[in-house]
């Protein structure tokens, strides 16, 4: 028995022209643009200053190992970024959609952002970490932690392509696989360490072109105080709905809050459904169950004395009419903020 369509074809090779060849059939797979890995790794440097600028990475995966006395910045998004035998380098990575893992590395200084953090076999690290889920510390020593503090132009879309949100930040939650019984591997930077001090500005000036600030008031990232000890007893806690202005009003509230004295403890991005309202907001659920279906909402936590009253002056004069959730009293202000951050952890798998 024939094939219909072993005919067709042939009847089609017969009516090409005598002379002609048949031109290779193009697939979508053909079309994409080759990758070198060697444009996407730096191996075996040494007293080195080098770099790739916005749009030169673009999601790609990375890898860099081997080097000394270098200072390597990566002004870009990636997919994942290996740091394998490095000693004494200086390292700055824009957000990663997935992992940043640290092998067998030494004298480092870091500044990064990324989904997953993760450090093995490691010792004398200094890293300003944005990380979404909880940082991974085993087999290290003398690992400390800060607040990422970085700005430049196009930092905030690269956290978008990234898949990256500036507000779920748990850089100083830290998980040791391995303790030491008597001993900590881990600790947090001085709450005034100067990111510069540690990462200093890149000297090349191809990569000084980058617009770069270290000012904590210009950082992309809100620079929250973490798990230190607070200096009060006394929260607050303000959730802000979806809308075409909550991240600007969220940073507004955020530098009216800390000029006032007040403390940034945390913050987090997270959806929320109906069922996880009323555990949050208790009596006033219904007027804020209509604003959960538009996106993801905003929570930060402040502290200090007189948090709450001076989180609702604030509120009442440059947000009025703005829809926001803010802690009643000093009274519920642990509970509101204990419910929202444990039901945004199990969300979001800490």
């Not at 990380?131 to 510390?137: D, N, R």
């Not at 690269?158 to 008597?182: C, E, M, R, Y």
């Not at 502290?303 to 009643?328: P, Q, R, W, Y």
Request: aromatic content about 10%.
């Amino acid at each position: 028995m024939g094939c219909f369509f072993s005919k067709r074809r042939k009847a089609e090779k017969e009516s090409q022209p005598e002379g002609e060849e048949e031109q290779p059939k193009q697939y979508s797979w053909d079309q994409r643009e080759k990758v070198d890995p060697k444009d996407y790794m730096f191996s075996g440097l040494k007293d080195e200053t080098v770099g790739r600028l916005p749009g030169q990475v673009a999601g790609q995966q990375f890898l860099i190992q081997d080097c000394e006395n270098c200072n390597i910045y990566i002004f870009d998004h990636s997919a994942t970024i290996t740091i394998d035998d490095c000693a004494n380098c200086v390292i700055f990575l824009g957000p990663v959609k997935g992992s940043v893992f640290f092998r067998n590395c030494r004298d480092c200084k870091c500044t990064l952002a990324c989904q997953q953090f993760r450090v093995r076999d490691c010792r004398k690290l200094e890293v300003f970490l944005c990380c979404a889920t909880q940082p991974i510390i085993e087999s290290s020593t003398n690992i400390r932690f800060g607040c990422f503090q970085w700005y430049y132009p196009e930092l905030a879309f690269q956290f978008k392509d990234a898949g990256l949100s500036i507000f779920n930040n748990t850089w100083s939650n830290i998980h040791d696989f391995t303790p030491v019984s008597g001993e900590l591997n881990w600790s947090l930077l001085p709450e005034g360490a100067v990111v510069q001090d540690h990462v200093p500005l890149p000297a090349t000036e191809e990569l000084k072109a980058v617009r770069i600030s270290t000012e904590a008031n210009r950082s992309i990232v809100p620079v929250s105080r973490g798990q230190r000890p607070k200096s009060s007893d006394e929260s607050c806690l303000v959730v802000l709905f979806a809308g075409d202005y909550t991240i600007a009003n969220a940073r507004k509230l955020i530098d009216e809050m800390v000029g006032k004295g007040f403390f940034l403890v945390q913050t987090k991005e997270v959806s929320m459904k109906a069922e996880d309202a009323q555990r949050v907001f208790g009596e006033k659920a219904p007027d804020f169950l209509p604003l959960l279906s538009k996106g993801p909402v905003i929570a930060l936590e402040f502290s200090g004395d007189g948090a709450v009253e001076g989180c609702h002056l604030i509120v009442n004069e440059i947000f009025n009419g703005t829809k926001m959730f803010v802690s009643e009293s000093k009274e519920t202000a642990s509970g509101d903020v204990d419910s929202f951050y444990n039901f945004a952890d199990i969300q979001m798998g800490i």
